[in-house]
């Protein structure tokens, strides 16, 4: 399975902008989706996570101004961001995780680089 994330960009503060995450397989399924995001020299943070069962978690500063969702017809993944700040550039990666145990597998996007401008 591939990823595909696209829509990042240049934005005003205050702006919104809508992230993409395509998986190739027509026949996806998956424990959980989540965007991550990261800037130079720091960890890759945990943004947003969906389960297979549509359950959603938001990390404090983006509650409220973030929404995660998943078509599971065109198998795409989405992060709807509104109320962007300069705090929120960061490059923007999104993952899946299947399986269990010793089959449990990870997926990565490559990544799509958020700006926003004061």
């Known amino acids: 399975v591939q990823l595909q994330a696209s829509g990042g960009g240049l934005v005003q503060a205050g702006g919104s902008l809508t992230l993409s995450c395509a998986a190739s397989?027509?026949?996806?399924?998956?424990?959980?989706m989540d965007w991550y995001r990261q800037t130079p020299g720091k960890e890759r943070e945990l943004v947003a996570s969906?389960?297979?069962?549509?359950?959603?978690t938001y990390e404090d500063s983006v509650k409220g101004r973030f929404t995660i969702s998943y078509d599971d017809v065109s198998k795409t993944l989405y992060l709807r961001m509104s109320s962007l700040a300069p705090s929120d550039t960061a490059m923007y990666y999104c993952?899946?995780?299947?399986?269990?145990?010793?089959?449990?597998?990870?997926?990565w996007g490559q990544g799509t680089l958020v700006t926003v401008s004061s």
């Open positions: 397989e027509s026949s996806f399924v998956f424990n959980d």
């Open positions: 993952h899946a995780d299947r399986g269990f145990g010793r089959a449990l597998r990870n997926y």
């Open positions: 969906i389960s297979s069962g549509g359950t959603t």
